[in-house]
């Protein structure tokens, strides 16, 4: 299971498996394999709102490049 997390933009640079929101929300999306994942991470997370549809493009195109489609 896959999903995007965000990170500050100068923690992680800008790949094709990565995506840089600017809007909403300035973050590097990295789309993660949640399965060797533990739980602690997600919950002391801290929600930041939602995303726009250009920038949920942008999400998308990063996750459909680490799943190989």
Same mark, same amino acid.
Request: no cysteine; charged share 15%; aromatic share 2%.
């Given at each position: 299971?896959?999903?995007?997390?965000?990170?500050?933009?100068? $923690?992680?640079?800008?790949?094709?498996?990565? !995506?840089?929101?600017?809007?909403? $929300?300035?973050?590097?999306? $990295?789309?993660?394999?949640?399965?060797?994942?533990?739980? !602690?991470?997600? /919950?002391?997370?801290?929600?930041?709102?939602?995303?726009?549809? /250009?920038?949920? /493009?942008?999400?998308?195109?990063?996750?459909?490049?680490?799943?190989?489609?």
């Amino acid at each position: 299971m896959v999903a995007p997390a965000l990170h500050a933009p100068a $923690v992680h640079p800008d790949t094709a498996m990565s !995506a840089r929101l600017t809007s909403r $929300v300035d973050a590097a999306a $990295v789309t993660l394999d949640l399965l060797p994942q533990s739980a !602690a991470p997600f /919950e002391t997370a801290t929600p930041h709102g939602t995303i726009g549809r /250009e920038q949920t /493009e942008v999400v998308s195109d990063a996750s459909s490049a680490v799943l190989d489609l």
